[in-house]
Nanobody, 131 residues
Framework: QLQVVESGGGLVQPGGSLRLSCTASGFTLDAYAINWWRQAPGKAREGISCIDTSGNNAGYADSVTGRFTISRDSAKNTVYLQMNDLKPEDTAVYYC????????????????????????WGQGTQVTVSS
């Protein structure tokens, strides 16, 4: 089955770290640009980070710049989102999406109507930041 699956979420205290994974099965993730999203309860989904197919270009929303880092591991067919200095406002369900090629570009912030632009969406992983 062709899919991407997120993992690595959990409960962490403020100031802590988590590393989320977006792993592809059934296809090679190298050819796909990846976007990370999050949706907090009662709020719209927002794009928070992205990486192109080369892995050399990444983008971040202002809310996570300096704290989150996106990277690719071709050997593991995975894109990671390293999240440091987590805050309670980072609590959300985190999703990754994959698009073949680099035509879309990076999407950050709240943007509606983009679901169909991506070839794959994961089911999400919960991140809760609380003391």
């Amino acid at each position: 089955q062709l899919q991407v699956v997120e993992s690595g979420g959990g409960l962490v205290q403020p100031g802590g770290s988590l590393r989320l994974s977006c792993t592809a099965s059934g296809f090679t993730l190298d050819a796909y640009a990846i976007n990370w999203w999050r949706q907090a309860p009662g709020k719209a989904r927002e794009g928070i980070s992205c990486i192109d197919t080369s892995g050399n270009n990444a983008g971040y929303a202002d809310s996570v710049t300096g704290r989150f880092t996106i990277s690719r591991d071709s050997a593991k067919n995975t894109v990671y989102l390293q999240m440091n200095d987590l805050k309670p406002e980072d609590t959300a369900v985190y999703y990754c999406s994959a698009k073949n090629g680099d035509r879309i570009g990076c999407i950050t912030g709240v943007v509606v109507g983009v679901d169909s632009l991506f070839d794959f969406w994961g089911q999400g992983t919960q991140v809760t930041v609380s003391s």
